[in-house]
């Protein structure tokens, strides 16, 4: 069974870049599925901020397309996520997760505990 | 950008009741429909996805309906820990993605 874990700073500096990893364990990355990012402010709903496959293809929130990327370390069986020039408004929980795969590929089937993320001005 | 319209709000209801929760999509979304369960302190949890298919292990009372914009999940009998907060999330010709509002179900 597949098992995802965040780390990376929990306090970041408004203006900054905010940079996650997501170690992957029960399943190898290259062997495929799409690997994706989703947030959560305190108390507040879910958006969606990024996917990568193993080849690099990436997909993004198109509102935070120009502040996030994407990418995936097969040799490490992580991937991971950056989000520049952050604002107070990017405090939340990040979570990593795993896409469905086939037609309901939009999903997410797996996610990991989440990791929250304090931008602190 | 396709938004998710969920109600009510809030349901409070008691164990053992059928609860139908709804989502609206603002433009029609085919099937691409999921459904999430979270409860405090813990990451949603997949539910349905494709509108009516269930995800692995989740239990026979949650189903979903629905396509085109409007969509269900019913849970056929509460249980004590069916009280959560309920997403749905649409994929269609993803990205974007984006998620409803939420549904919070607290026990009567």
């Known amino acids: 069974q597949v098992q995802l874990q965040e780390s990376g700073p929990g306090l970041v500096k408004a203006s900054e870049t905010l940079s996650l990893t997501c170690n992957v364990s029960?399943?190898?990355?290259?062997?495929?599925?799409?690997w994706g990012w989703i947030r959560q402010p305190p108390g507040k709903g879910l958006e969606y901020l990024g996917s990568?496959?193993?080849?690099?293809?990436?997909y993004y929130n198109p509102s935070l397309m120009s502040r996030v990327t994407t990418s995936v370390d097969t040799s490490k069986n992580q991937f991971s996520l950056n989000l520049s020039s952050v604002t107070a408004a990017d405090t939340a929980i990040y979570y990593c997760?795993?896409?469905?795969?086939?037609?309901?590929?939009?999903?997410?089937?797996?996610w990991g505990q989440g990791t929250l993320v304090t931008v602190s001005s | 950008e396709t938004l998710m319209t969920q109600s009510p709000a809030t349901l409070s209801l008691s164990p053992g009741e059928r609860v139908t929760l709804s989502c609206r999509a603002s433009?029609?979304?085919?099937?691409?429909l999921a459904w999430y369960q979270q409860k405090p302190g813990q990451a949603p949890r997949l539910l349905i996805y494709?509108?009516?298919t269930r995800a692995t292990g989740i239990p026979a009372r949650f189903s979903g309906s629905g396509s085109g914009t409007e969509f269900t999940l019913t849970i056929s009998s509460l249980q004590s820990e069916d009280f959560a907060v309920y997403y749905c999330?649409?994929?269609?010709?993803?990205?974007?993605?984006?998620f409803g509002q939420g549904t919070r179900l607290e026990i009567k």
């Open positions: 999330q649409h994929y269609n010709k993803w990205p974007p993605i984006t």
């Open positions: 433009e029609s979304i085919s099937s691409s």
């Open positions: 494709g509108a009516s």
């Open positions: 997760v795993r896409h469905l795969r086939g037609s309901g590929g939009g999903a997410f089937e797996s």
């Open positions: 990568i496959y193993n080849n690099g293809n990436t």
């Open positions: 029960g399943y190898f990355i290259s062997s495929g599925y799409y």
